[in-house]
Protein backbone atom coordinates (compact mmCIF):
# COMPACT_ATOMS: atom_id res chain seq x y z
CA UNK A 1 0.00 0.00 0.00
CA UNK A 2 2.09 3.36 -0.73
CA UNK A 3 1.98 5.55 1.69
CA UNK A 4 0.58 9.62 0.93
CA UNK A 5 3.48 11.60 1.36
CA UNK A 6 2.59 15.27 2.69
CA UNK A 7 5.04 18.10 2.92
CA UNK A 8 5.47 19.18 6.36
CA UNK A 9 3.87 22.97 7.70
CA UNK A 10 5.65 24.35 10.55
CA UNK A 11 2.89 23.82 13.74
CA UNK A 12 0.87 21.16 11.68
CA UNK A 13 1.35 17.72 12.31
CA UNK A 14 0.25 14.77 10.08
CA UNK A 15 -0.81 11.67 10.64
CA UNK A 16 -1.44 8.42 8.30
CA UNK A 17 -4.90 7.19 8.74
CA UNK A 18 -6.74 4.29 7.01
CA UNK A 19 -10.46 3.93 6.14
CA UNK A 20 -11.99 1.17 7.35
CA UNK A 21 -12.72 -1.28 4.75
CA UNK A 22 -16.06 -2.58 3.43
CA UNK A 23 -16.92 -6.31 4.24
CA UNK A 24 -16.79 -7.54 0.41
CA UNK A 25 -13.06 -7.89 -1.02
CA UNK A 26 -12.27 -5.46 -2.91
CA UNK A 27 -8.77 -3.99 -2.95
CA UNK A 28 -7.68 -2.28 -0.25
CA UNK A 29 -8.40 1.39 -0.51
CA UNK A 30 -5.32 4.28 -0.36
CA UNK A 31 -4.63 5.90 2.64
CA UNK A 32 -5.03 9.43 2.81
CA UNK A 33 -3.35 12.07 4.84
CA UNK A 34 -5.00 13.88 7.53
CA UNK A 35 -3.98 17.13 9.29
CA UNK A 36 -4.61 18.29 12.81
CA UNK A 37 -6.89 21.42 11.05
CA UNK A 38 -9.34 19.00 9.60
CA UNK A 39 -12.03 17.42 11.34
CA UNK A 40 -11.33 13.57 11.69
CA UNK A 41 -14.26 12.67 9.30
CA UNK A 42 -16.97 9.82 9.62
CA UNK A 43 -14.37 7.51 8.22
CA UNK A 44 -12.93 6.69 11.70
CA UNK A 45 -15.31 4.21 13.78
CA UNK A 46 -15.39 5.54 17.52
CA UNK A 47 -16.55 3.21 20.19
CA UNK A 48 -20.18 3.88 21.39
CA UNK A 49 -20.09 6.55 23.99
CA UNK A 50 -17.18 7.80 22.93
CA UNK A 51 -16.17 11.19 21.62
CA UNK A 52 -13.51 13.20 19.79
CA UNK A 53 -12.47 16.32 21.50
CA UNK A 54 -10.21 18.35 20.29
CA UNK A 55 -7.81 17.13 17.58
CA UNK A 56 -6.95 14.32 19.67
CA UNK A 57 -8.01 10.48 17.59
CA UNK A 58 -8.87 7.64 19.81
CA UNK A 59 -5.65 4.99 19.99
CA UNK A 60 -6.91 2.96 17.68
CA UNK A 61 -7.53 5.09 14.73
CA UNK A 62 -3.65 6.34 15.01
CA UNK A 63 -2.83 3.04 13.90
CA UNK A 64 -3.64 1.47 10.40
CA UNK A 65 -6.26 -1.17 10.14
CA UNK A 66 -3.51 -3.81 8.54
CA UNK A 67 -0.64 -2.85 11.68
CA UNK A 68 -3.71 -4.13 13.73
CA UNK A 69 -1.86 -6.76 15.82
CA UNK A 70 -2.59 -8.39 19.15
CA UNK A 71 0.61 -7.12 21.09
CA UNK A 72 2.44 -9.46 22.50
CA UNK A 73 5.83 -10.44 24.74
CA UNK A 74 8.68 -10.74 22.49
CA UNK A 75 9.08 -14.17 22.34
CA UNK A 76 12.70 -16.14 20.81
CA UNK A 77 12.43 -17.44 17.22
CA UNK A 78 13.13 -21.11 18.55
CA UNK A 79 11.67 -21.39 21.96
CA UNK A 80 12.00 -24.32 23.78
CA UNK A 81 9.35 -26.75 22.91
CA UNK A 82 9.61 -28.29 26.54
CA UNK A 83 11.66 -30.00 29.13
CA UNK A 84 13.23 -33.43 27.26
CA UNK A 85 12.25 -35.87 30.01
CA UNK A 86 13.56 -39.75 28.76
CA UNK A 87 13.54 -42.49 31.25
CA UNK A 88 17.03 -44.02 32.60
CA UNK A 89 16.87 -46.85 30.02
CA UNK A 90 16.27 -44.89 27.25
CA UNK A 91 19.28 -42.32 28.03
CA UNK A 92 21.23 -45.44 28.57
CA UNK A 93 20.56 -47.12 25.15
CA UNK A 94 21.11 -43.39 23.51
CA UNK A 95 24.31 -42.72 25.11
CA UNK A 96 25.11 -46.49 24.22
CA UNK A 97 24.14 -45.98 20.82
CA UNK A 98 26.05 -42.74 20.14
CA UNK A 99 29.23 -44.38 21.50
CA UNK A 100 28.71 -47.08 18.38
CA UNK A 101 28.27 -43.94 16.09
CA UNK A 102 31.34 -42.42 15.37
CA UNK A 103 29.85 -39.82 12.65
CA UNK A 104 28.35 -37.89 15.58
CA UNK A 105 31.20 -36.61 17.14
CA UNK A 106 33.93 -37.64 15.90
CA UNK A 107 35.31 -35.48 13.05
CA UNK A 108 37.64 -37.78 11.63
CA UNK A 109 34.88 -40.28 10.58
CA UNK A 110 34.49 -40.22 7.16
CA UNK A 111 30.50 -39.87 7.52
CA UNK A 112 30.93 -36.94 10.37
CA UNK A 113 29.94 -34.29 7.33
CA UNK A 114 27.84 -36.63 6.02
CA UNK A 115 24.51 -34.88 7.19
CA UNK A 116 21.22 -36.72 5.56
CA UNK A 117 23.45 -39.95 6.64
CA UNK A 118 23.62 -39.18 9.90
CA UNK A 119 19.48 -37.40 9.78
CA UNK A 120 18.80 -40.86 8.49
CA UNK A 121 20.06 -42.53 11.65
CA UNK A 122 18.49 -40.59 14.09
CA UNK A 123 15.06 -40.99 12.44
CA UNK A 124 15.28 -44.52 12.36
CA UNK A 125 16.69 -45.05 16.07
CA UNK A 126 13.39 -42.66 17.57
CA UNK A 127 11.58 -44.07 15.30
CA UNK A 128 12.78 -47.94 16.77
CA UNK A 129 12.77 -46.22 20.28
CA UNK A 130 9.12 -44.24 19.49
CA UNK A 131 10.67 -40.65 20.58
CA UNK A 132 10.47 -37.86 18.73
CA UNK A 133 13.74 -36.65 16.57
CA UNK A 134 13.67 -33.20 18.02
CA UNK A 135 13.71 -34.71 21.61
CA UNK A 136 16.95 -36.68 20.99
CA UNK A 137 18.79 -33.38 18.97
CA UNK A 138 17.63 -31.32 22.47
CA UNK A 139 18.53 -33.88 24.60
CA UNK A 140 21.88 -34.91 22.89
CA UNK A 141 23.22 -31.09 22.86
CA UNK A 142 22.20 -30.79 26.30
CA UNK A 143 24.19 -34.04 27.26
CA UNK A 144 27.15 -33.13 25.33
CA UNK A 145 27.85 -29.29 26.37
CA UNK A 146 27.40 -30.87 30.50
CA UNK A 147 29.73 -33.37 29.72
CA UNK A 148 31.95 -30.22 28.09
CA UNK A 149 31.29 -28.23 31.53
CA UNK A 150 31.46 -30.54 33.71
CA UNK A 151 35.06 -31.87 32.29
CA UNK A 152 36.38 -28.30 33.23
CA UNK A 153 34.88 -27.67 36.57
CA UNK A 154 37.09 -26.18 38.75
CA UNK A 155 35.84 -26.23 42.41
CA UNK A 156 35.39 -28.62 45.30
CA UNK A 157 31.59 -29.51 45.49
CA UNK A 158 30.81 -32.84 44.88
CA UNK A 159 29.03 -33.75 41.83
CA UNK A 160 25.26 -34.82 41.91
CA UNK A 161 24.30 -38.44 40.76
CA UNK A 162 23.21 -37.19 37.57
CA UNK A 163 27.00 -35.83 37.11
CA UNK A 164 28.58 -38.58 37.95
CA UNK A 165 26.26 -40.31 35.15
CA UNK A 166 26.97 -37.86 32.62
CA UNK A 167 30.57 -37.82 32.76
CA UNK A 168 30.75 -41.48 32.87
CA UNK A 169 28.64 -42.43 30.08
CA UNK A 170 29.70 -39.58 27.66
CA UNK A 171 33.64 -40.10 28.70
CA UNK A 172 34.26 -41.05 25.31
CA UNK A 173 33.67 -37.50 24.06
CA UNK A 174 36.75 -36.52 26.23
CA UNK A 175 38.80 -36.69 23.27
CA UNK A 176 36.89 -35.01 20.83
CA UNK A 177 36.36 -31.98 22.60
CA UNK A 178 39.13 -28.90 21.77
CA UNK A 179 39.15 -26.43 24.43
CA UNK A 180 40.28 -22.94 22.95
CA UNK A 181 41.52 -19.96 24.87
CA UNK A 182 39.45 -17.10 25.42
CA UNK A 183 39.46 -14.31 23.05
CA UNK A 184 38.85 -11.81 26.21
CA UNK A 185 42.15 -9.68 26.73
CA UNK A 186 42.74 -9.59 30.27
CA UNK A 187 44.26 -5.76 31.61
CA UNK A 188 44.77 -3.18 29.22
CA UNK A 189 48.40 -1.66 29.71
CA UNK A 190 48.43 2.03 28.38
CA UNK A 191 51.73 3.64 28.31
CA UNK A 192 51.87 7.66 28.39
CA UNK A 193 55.57 8.90 26.65
CA UNK A 194 55.98 12.45 27.07
Known sequence: MPKA?????????????????????????????????EEPSSEVDLPSGASVSGNELPPEADEPAAKKKKRTMN??????KGVVNF??????????????????YDKGCKTFRDSRKKQSA????????????????????????????????????????????????FSFLKSHIVRHESRQLGVAVILYVK
Open 75 to 80: VAKNPR
Open 122 to 169: IHDKCTEMGIDPGAYKSWYHTMRSGFGRLTMKVGSRESTTREKWILAT
Open 87 to 104: TDDQEKELGEWLLTNPMF
Open 5 to 37: KAKAKKGVTTKLVEPPRPSSPLPAPESHVLTEQ
